[in-house]
């Protein structure tokens, strides 16, 4: 399976799980508030701060506005549907300040666009890879305006059947474009633990051959650890400061605590997941010293007895002759007298 490099770090088989805050529209449109999103994920450890990039022109048609003038969760809306769009959207000016502020902190500045306007923008910004979301897998003409700039592709696979994610990945290569990461995802907010299907990860990697990450949008932690430990390469996960604030995604977005959880125990996890092949470490030989049985004498014997099955049992510590050599034990000679209970040896045997 091909490893894709994302800036400087190489995601893929043998490599730690690559940690993306989707910051998305949680700044509210307020770049204060997005400075403060960006230093809580640098300081939770996350990878990568990612946005969104629209506007109220490039994402949505006007019967879809008049349509949604007014909503009952005022917690969640507020205004109509344009008013939020206008709101949060990102200017030009605000990407270069969330770009340049991300490089501050060390993080990197990535987002997903829904135009090709937004795509040259993002160029522009110099961004390492490409994020798609999931509505447009099947927007194909976008998606290889995007794999045609050469960069990393990531796509999220929410609502795509395995026939519209196949196109979709043979888009991005009829572009030249071998750099293909896909997200499993499940976009329902949050989704129900039953729908997650998580081995749908080891799905896309037989079908496709390219590493595979998860977009998360349950609550909590526990998913995105046991996507890690299934292998998944990237996570992404909606990040908040406070997940009671106003707005699109914050319920259902992780908070730092949570964020940091996901980062440093999902690097544990990788840690632990090691090898297939199996592995004795020496810690554990050193172990074996110490719990593990060797033969004993069951009582007292005279230089040259002939050991036979009675006279033996198994005990700890480990440093004697192993039980599973008593074969090579039995009919032996002593060459001294031994103790009862004695650790028997090979230099006690003639």
């Not at 993306?20 to 204060?32: K, L, P, Q, T, W």
């Not at 506005?65 to 969760?73: E, K």
């Not at 200017?91 to 770009?99: F, I, L, N, V, Y």
């Not at 009671?244 to 730092?256: C, F, K, L, T, V």
Request: aromatic share 8%; hydrophobic share 40%; charged share 25%.
């Amino acid at each position: 399976m091909k490893v894709v490099k994302l800036g400087k770090i190489e995601v893929g088989e043998g490599h730690p799980p690559y940690i993306i805050a989707e910051i998305g529209s949680n700044h509210n449109g307020d770049m204060d508030l997005c400075r403060k999103l960006v230093d809580a994920a640098a300081d939770a450890g996350a990878h990568a701060a990612k946005f969104q990039s629209w506007t109220d022109k490039s994402l949505i048609a006007k019967e879809e506005y008049d349509r949604n003038t007014t909503y009952t969760d005022k917690k969640k809306h507020f205004g109509s549907l344009r008013d939020m769009v206008t709101a949060y959207q990102l200017t030009s000016q605000q990407h270069e300040e969330a770009h340049d502020y991300c490089k501050r902190r060390g993080l990197t500045f990535c987002s997903t666009p829904f135009s090709r306007p937004e795509a040259d923008l993002l160029e522009k910004l110099g961004v390492p890879f490409f994020k798609i979301a999931s509505m447009d897998i099947v927007n194909l003409p976008l998606l290889a305006y995007v794999a045609g700039k050469g960069k990393p592709v990531i796509i999220s696979t929410g609502m795509a059947t395995m026939a519209e994610i196949e196109k979709a990945v043979e888009t991005v290569r009829q572009e030249g474009n071998e750099q293909t990461i896909l997200l499993h995802c499940i976009s329902i907010y949050p989704p129900e633990y039953g729908t997650i299907h998580l081995n749908n990860m080891a799905t896309l990697r037989q079908a496709f051959d390219v590493p595979v990450g998860f977009s998360d949008h349950s609550l909590g932690t526990a998913i995105p650890l046991a996507a890690i430990a299934l292998g998944a390469c990237v996570i992404e996960k909606h990040f908040t400061l406070d997940q009671d604030m106003e707005g699109w995604d914050h319920a259902i977005s992780a908070n730092p605590e949570q964020l940091k959880v996901i980062v440093e125990e999902g690097r544990n996890i990788f840690a632990a997941l090691g090898s297939s092949r199996r592995i004795v470490t020496r810690a554990e030989f050193e172990k074996r010293k110490k719990f593990r049985r060797s033969l004993v004498a069951s009582r007292a014997f005279p230089k040259g007895h002939v050991l036979a099955m009675a006279d033996l049992d198994a005990k700890r510590p480990g440093t004697g002759i192993a039980p599973d050599e008593t074969q090579y034990v039995l009919g032996r000679k002593l060459a001294q007298d031994i103790e009862e209970d004695q650790v028997i040896h090979w230099e006690h045997l003639m």
